[in-house]
């Protein structure tokens, strides 16, 4: 009972006596009786003042706050010492409750990591989980003990620069990717020094964004919303996710921030989530802007009553909740709600006990972080093309261009904050560390250039190469929050030199630096191999000359679909096959006869311009050694009851020439529902390791629940009927591997 309290440590004892005590206590476990305990006893302003989340300002400011009980929690604060000063004001002063320091920590603190996309293209949800936990390791270091990821909104449509954060288009690899980051965050245990709060967001359906335009409204009808965005938030709740953040996106014309339904009704009532929400960026203010709210006061009231716990940086909460109570139109209980909501988490990360950073300044860059992350990019590394270019073989003379090849800043990608260009390995100084004899020669200096005079001078050095490395792509600020695009071609006069290079007759490697699937389309034809790495991080450079040079075989697959133009979007594998589907990928346009007959050219969802399908598909990706499936069979043909598990079982064997990895994936289709279906859908993936010649028996299970949808009246349900199974090694059907059929009774 009570003694569970004084053991948690004097701080809260301080807090419970500073308090009062009094309040109900619930009978509840140890946390719910300090919980209560604590916020029971508060006085209104001190409950409001933990859902008050401040941004940096001068530190008398945010001692004064701290001291006062209304710093909740602060973001962007990164100098300890004034972070020091601020957590001993809180403390030391009534209700003495820590205050919860955060700061974005999306792919890396110090040791950068490549973009969570990326992370995702490997394909590997441990190597996400241990990416997020070293981040975490080296933000804690500096007292941060929350971050806002992981990012888990879908995106289809990559002109929204944002696509850069999340896990590319697909829900259950976004639900898989997005579980293992908050595992890799929160670790076992949220109260160890080293674990930090992690943060779903942005719920929800941010990346529907019309147009791809960042910050615009969305669209997503009920249903889309339950078998589509949603899904990889329940994951991360099902996770333990600690908390949440509210979209800045109105869906259908309620701004999340302001959304009950989401907010309370699913993500507390159905999903039984009891850490807390906070506001994106002043998105409680700008519900005025939306028009959803008359002032900051009415924006306040909706907020908390749509079940938004703490406001991040607009004070809305700080200036109008205490009003808002005197006149009836918010309930305190409300308020105490959102404070226990708050406090749990603060309980939960041991706060109370240790409110000051332990872990020792020595984990920033440490090596084995550094070879995690060097891991990591030779991971998310997708090889598109490669007509025998690679791997680099009787190569000793290196031309090495493009604006990327020496863009530390650049490849770490953006959210980017506290990691250091100083630390990035660029592929010019990982080639020369090689011992390559590499010659270099930029052509451009950064990714929109499209000053062609040092073309020349690139001509002249591929004269003397065995073989010339181009890395394109993007800098960083084009992708990322707000940085939206609606050309999606490689910037400046990169497909111009890319021409250049194809002219010398020399071998072209292609390398692609970016936020997002770029329409290359027309660079293809100029290269001999193209090697897709996203943004890489810090140790991009390494893992760049270990995959050319063979030493590491790409493996990487797609976790979004490259359009062949912006034209085409949204493009994507999982979509319906409407009443009449395209097939083929013939461009017909330019073989249109004159006076072609009306329906000479068919009648089907296709683009004359464009063909059907994307440049290369979700799930896509080549390897310098081939794979052989065979033995394949599955545990029956017909199953009942959502506890019932579909097992495909197959042996995978190297036949080729080098180590590799292949990513089995398990695509189903529901051929008939009560409402369309997609075509099919990824519900299971097995990234199988294997040296030359080996072989593996592999077996992907798969829950009949994860066949369920939300049908006409937004119930789950398992319907009845036939589905079609695929083991395949992208979502294309050309690389379908092997395909049943079986019945739900
Ligand atoms: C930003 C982003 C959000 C981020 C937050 C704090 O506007 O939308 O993803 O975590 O503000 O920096």
Not at 152 to 177: C, F, H, K, Q
Not at 409 to 421: A, N, R, Y
Not at 494 to 519: C, D, F
């Amino acid at each position: 009972m009570i003694k569970d309290i004084i053991k948690l440590a004097p701080i809260a004892l301080l807090a419970l006596s500073a308090c009062g005590g009094g309040g109900t206590v619930n009978n509840g476990n140890a946390e719910d009786r300090f919980v209560d305990s604590v916020v029971n006893s508060l006085s209104l302003k001190h409950k409001i003042g933990q859902l008050n989340q401040v941004t940096a300002v001068g530190v008398e400011e945010m001692e004064k706050l701290a001291a006062e009980g209304m710093m909740g929690s602060i973001l962007n604060e990164t100098n300890l010492d004034n972070l020091h000063r601020i957590q001993k004001a809180a403390v030391d002063n009534p209700p003495h409750i820590p205050v919860l320091i955060s700061r974005d920590v999306i792919h890396g603190y110090k040791t950068i990591f490549p973009i969570p996309l990326g992370q995702a293209a490997s394909f590997d949800p441990e190597l996400v989980r241990q990416g997020s936990e070293i981040s975490a390791i080296e933000a804690a270091s500096d007292g941060i003990r929350w971050t806002f990821a992981p990012m888990l909104d879908i995106a289809r449509d990559p002109r929204w620069g944002r696509i850069a954060e999340g896990y590319g288009e697909d829900a259950y690899l976004t639900s898989v990717m997005g579980a293992a980051a908050v595992k890799g965050y929160q670790g076992d245990d949220l109260s160890k020094e080293t674990s930090i709060a992690a943060c779903a967001k942005h719920f929800v359906g941010y990346g529907a964004a019309t147009a791809g335009r960042d910050y615009n409204s969305t669209f997503i009808p009920m249903r889309l919303l339950r078998n589509v965005y949603l899904p990889p938030f329940r994951a991360a709740a099902q996770a333990g996710c600690a908390t949440y953040m509210s979209s800045f996106n109105d869906n259908d014309g309620v701004p999340s921030t302001g959304n009950k339904l989401i907010l309370t009704d699913i993500l507390r009532n159905e999903w039984k989530f009891d850490g807390f929400v906070v506001s994106d960026w002043f998105s409680v203010g700008e519900m005025i802007n939306h028009g959803f709210a008359a002032d900051m006061k009415d924006a306040a009231e909706k907020a908390i009553n749509a079940g938004l716990d703490m406001d991040m940086v607009a004070n809305a909460y700080k200036d109008y909740l205490e009003t808002l109570v005197s006149e009836g139109k918010v309930s305190e209980s409300k308020i105490t709600e959102a404070c226990k909501n708050v406090v749990r988490i603060k309980y939960r990360l041991g706060l109370f006990q240790n409110p000051y950073p332990t872990v020792s300044q020595d984990v920033k860059y440490a090596p084995e972080h550094l070879e995690a992350a060097l891991h990591a990019a030779e991971q998310s590394a997708v090889m598109l093309k490669n007509n025998g270019a690679l791997p680099l073989k009787n190569v000793k003379k290196i031309l090495l261009c493009g604006p990327m090849a020496d863009a530390p800043h650049d490849q770490l990608g953006t959210w980017v904050f506290d990691g250091e260009k100083s630390h990035t390995i660029t592929p010019l100084a990982a080639f020369k560390e090689a011992g390559y004899d590499v010659t270099y020669v930029a052509g451009l200096t950064y990714s929109r250039d499209s000053n062609t005079s040092k073309f020349a001078e690139v001509t002249r050095a591929a004269k003397s190469a065995d073989a010339i490395i181009f890395v394109g792509g993007e800098e960083s600020i084009l992708s990322g929050e707000a940085h939206c695009l609606s050309n999606l071609n490689l910037q400046g006069a990169q497909s111009e030199l890319l021409e250049t290079l194809k002219k010398t007759g020399k071998p072209v490697v292609a390398v692609i630096m970016a936020g997002r699937p770029l329409t290359i389309t027309d660079d293809i034809k100029n290269t001999d191999a193209i090697l897709y790495m996203f943004h890489p991080g810090t140790m991009g450079g390494n893992a760049l000359v270990n995959l050319v040079a063979g030493k590491v075989t790409p493996s990487g697959k797609l976790p979004a679909s490259f359009p062949k133009n912006a034209g085409q979007i949204p493009v994507y594998y999982n979509q319906n096959n409407t009443g009449r589907p395209a097939s083929g990928n013939e461009i017909l346009l330019d073989d249109i006869p004159a006076e072609a007959g009306q329906t000479s050219l068919g009648c089907t969802s296709y683009m004359l311009d464009t063909g059907f399908g994307p440049l290369y598909p979700f799930g896509y990706g080549l390897s310098y050694t081939e794979f052989a499936f065979s033995d394949f069979s599955v545990n029956k043909t017909e199953f009942s009851g959502e506890n019932d598990e579909i097992k495909v079982s197959f042996t995978i064997k190297n036949t080729g020439n080098y180590e590799g990895a292949e990513v089995a994936q398990l695509y189903v289709r529901d051929l008939v529902g009560s409402i369309t279906r997609p075509i099919k859908e990824l519900k299971g993936f097995k990234k199988v390791y294997l040296q030359k010649g080996e072989q593996q028996n592999v077996e992907i299970t798969v829950p009949l629940s994860s066949l369920k949808f939300y049908g006409l009246d937004d119930k789950e349900i398992l319907e009845k009927g036939e589905f079609e199974v695929w083991i395949a090694t992208s979502s294309a059907n050309e690389d379908i591997k092997w395909k049943t059929k079986i019945t739900v009774k």
